[in-house]
């Protein structure tokens, strides 16, 4: 088979690594750093040793707190004024997946004319980006590692990506010391989505024999420690454990592309405000239920995965398969995240929307090991809607 694989450029990993960026900014021939992280993390403080070791580099400064949980087109064109305004010349993207994808569609607007709408899609951002340095704060989106941006899509209803190999970060850096203070519930939503994303690739029709290394060792990494990082957030090895097999699964399924969980899961109304790893949580088991018959060998593989035995000699490829639904839906049990659609507030007559726009999400759909239209994705969801 012949594949092309991208990947960023530099990965800086280790308790303590942050104190690096300024290094890495000088590497990047900047001066001056513009850094892109959300309220909430800024209201406690997350971002402080990033800003003390700029400060103590000698690299001018600022902050840009104001990255919306659900990126917008607005909120895009208002980062890059404000960058611009400051005049940048590396941006640095901290925090969790909205951060970092409002940083990466920024640097697109940054070297590139918007507004940011014109390039949803594949491959169409003409020029390199601004210079980046990515830091993730939650061991969950893999945004760090790929070259895609999910915005909300506020003219037409649902999310949708611009995707470029210009968008790879210059730098990411791993420090898993940042994630030590994350909730329990963020903690157990964002490694969901990161096995999701593993899972997806791994199964997927443009999956390769790289992005199954990466993606096989990304879903044990995840399966494995899960449950310690949400039971104890304070445990080092776990932590550490869960932010590399993010990543991971970050370089996986940024050159595969993922599936139907991810068409369903970011099609679903905005007006919900429904996180993006709590919908891969609880969409996960319909993508699983309906894809595994199309491609038993790998999620029998999968299901050991969550199962935490290899199970070959004892079960045939298909039992194994059939099991992953239930191996995934145990997973969520042991986390407390509630499935079906239902729990979530969604209302039935939001769901042949919903699967419109899903069976639309072509560059999802054409990855998915089965192939799904509206009826299919909708009477998915309806079986499930109860959970």
Not at 151 to 166: F, P, W
Not at 185 to 199: E, P
Request: glycine share 10%; net charge negative.
């Amino acid at each position: 088979m012949s594949f092309t694989h991208y990947a960023v450029k530099k990965i800086v990993h280790g308790l303590g690594s942050i104190k690096q960026a300024p290094v890495e900014v000088k590497n990047l021939k900047g001066s001056k750093a513009f850094i892109v992280t959300d309220p909430g993390l800024a209201k406690i403080g997350v971002q402080k040793p990033l800003e003390e070791a700029l400060t103590a580099g000698g690299i001018e400064w600022k902050l840009y707190a104001e990255a919306e949980l659900e990126p917008s087109m607005d909120s895009i064109q208002h980062c890059t004024d404000e960058a611009k305004a400051f005049g940048a010349d590396v941006i640095i993207g901290f925090g969790g997946g909205s951060a970092l994808d409002t940083t990466k569609a920024a640097s697109v607007l940054l070297s590139n004319e918007g507004p940011i709408d014109r390039y949803f899609g594949m491959n169409l951002v003409p020029n390199p980006c601004m210079p980046s340095i990515l830091i993730p704060t939650t061991a969950g989106t893999g945004s760090e590692m790929t070259n895609i941006s999910v915005l909300a899509d506020t003219k037409n209803g649902g999310k949708k990506g611009v995707v470029s190999e210009y968008m790879y970060a210059d730098v990411v850096i791993l420090d898993a010391e940042l994630t030590f203070g994350l909730p329990p519930k963020v903690t157990a939503m964002t490694g969901v989505d990161a096995f999701v994303h593993a899972m997806e690739s791994f199964c997927g029709i443009a999956a390769t024999p790289l992005t199954d290394a990466l993606n096989l060792q990304a879903m044990k990494l995840v399966a494995g420690n899960i449950r310690q990082a949400y039971a104890n957030g304070g445990n080092a090895a776990a932590r550490d454990a869960m932010l590399y097999g993010s990543a991971l699964a970050g370089m996986g399924f940024g050159n595969t592309q993922n599936g139907i969980i991810h068409a369903i899961g970011t099609t679903l109304p905005t007006e919900y405000h429904i996180p993006h790893g709590l919908a891969m949580s609880f969409v996960g088991p319909v993508g699983i239920a309906y894809n595994h018959i199309a491609n038993p060998e790998k999620y029998a593989i999968v299901a050991d995965i969550l199962r935490g035995e290899d199970r070959s000699a004892c079960m045939s490829v298909l039992d194994r398969a059939a099991d992953c639904e239930g191996a995934f839906i145990d997973m969520l049990r042991d986390l407390d995240i509630k499935t079906g659609f239902a729990a979530y507030g969604i209302k039935r007559e939001d769901l042949p929307a919903s699967a419109e726009r899903a069976a639309n999400a072509k560059r999802l759909i054409d990855n998915n090991p089965r192939k799904a239209g509206k009826a299919e994705i909708l009477a998915l969801m309806e079986t499930y809607y109860e959970g």
